[in-house]
């Protein structure tokens, strides 16, 4: 069983960061191996039907906790991977150094960083100056299991998130910027008769509020089609059925008006009716089967 299905799988990953911070204020009562031992052991506690492997923990000088390969997969039926990650560093901040703490890690081919600020009492955590770099979406399983078709591309950001899990309660917000660069998707139908959206660079503002996933200002660059686009995924249980809402316009780029008649008939209809070149879309439905329409 997969205890990520109805959860945006970034943000728990987040919270399975945050999880091994606090471990490390046992420094001084655990030797290294007893410590990777109960850093598993809380992990798999956390999210039942999971198993947790960490390949090397070890104390750096002068308070550094370095742990190597964390694999986080499913303890039952295929044994599927969740998450994993290839370096995690935590460095507490000698200002706060029970609280405070920097983090580098090394996953999906990136390198990305931030600073977790806890608050055991009220079970609040912040993470600030997020950034992202290069992480690779072909090496994410959880990615592909969820959309069930091919996504590519390198995706960087910065940003900030704030999580609390009072009595159980799981609340999240955050806000920020993304770009996913040499970039493709496959699409279930064809789009003016296209089976693949290729992407050289695209970008959003992103902001994480009420268990929905807003876009603003979202633009991309393509080598058949640019666009621009605007709306929100509103995360349920399964993820596939989280609803989608987005509204946009498509620009058909010579290559593709040359392969295709029915989209240089399209841009020819509307230039001739509307005095434009654009192709105002509509994306509903859910991430499993999603809606898509011209609405012209």
């Known amino acids: 069983m997969n205890p990520f299905k109805g959860k945006p799988w970034i943000f728990v990953t987040l919270l399975l960061y945050t999880l091994l911070l606090t471990g490390a204020l046992l420094y001084f009562r655990f030797p290294a191996a007893q410590f990777k031992v109960f850093c598993q052991t809380k992990i798999e506690q956390m999210f039942p039907d999971t198993i947790c492997t960490i390949s090397k923990l070890r104390f750096k000088y002068p308070f550094s906790l370095e742990a190597e390969e964390i694999r986080l997969t499913e303890d039952q039926g295929k044994k599927e991977p969740i998450a994993s990650i290839s370096l995690l560093t935590i460095n507490p901040k000698l200002s706060n150094p029970t609280a405070l703490f920097h983090v580098r890690l090394e996953a999906y081919g990136g390198k990305h960083t931030f600073l977790v ?24 399983p959880f990615l592909h299991k969820t959309f069930k078709r091919k996504v590519t591309g390198l995706l960087s950001g910065k940003g900030s998130y704030q999580a609390t ?30 089976k693949e959206i290729d992407l050289k660079s695209s970008k959003a503002d992103i902001s994480l509020r009420n268990n929905a996933l807003q876009f603003e200002k979202g633009e991309f660059q393509g080598r058949e089609l640019n666009g621009n686009f605007s709306g929100k995924v509103a995360f349920q249980s399964p993820l596939p059925f989280s609803k989608l809402l987005f509204k946009g316009n498509l620009i058909p780029l010579p290559p593709l008006l040359k392969k295709s008649r029915y989209a240089k008939n399209m841009v020819n209809q509307l230039k001739k009716r509307h005095n434009r070149t654009t192709l105002p879309f509509l994306l509903q439905g859910n991430i499993a089967r999603p809606r898509f329409k011209f609405d012209t």
């Open 117 to 140: 600020l806890l608050n055991r009492e009220e079970q609040k955590a912040n993470l600030d100056n997020i950034t992202i770099q290069n992480m690779d979406l072909t090496r994410i």
């Open 165 to 194: 899990w009072k009595d159980d309660n799981y609340k999240a917000e955050g806000q920020g910027t993304i770009t996913i660069d040499d970039g493709s998707f496959s699409l279930l139908l064809p789009v003016l008769s296209l």
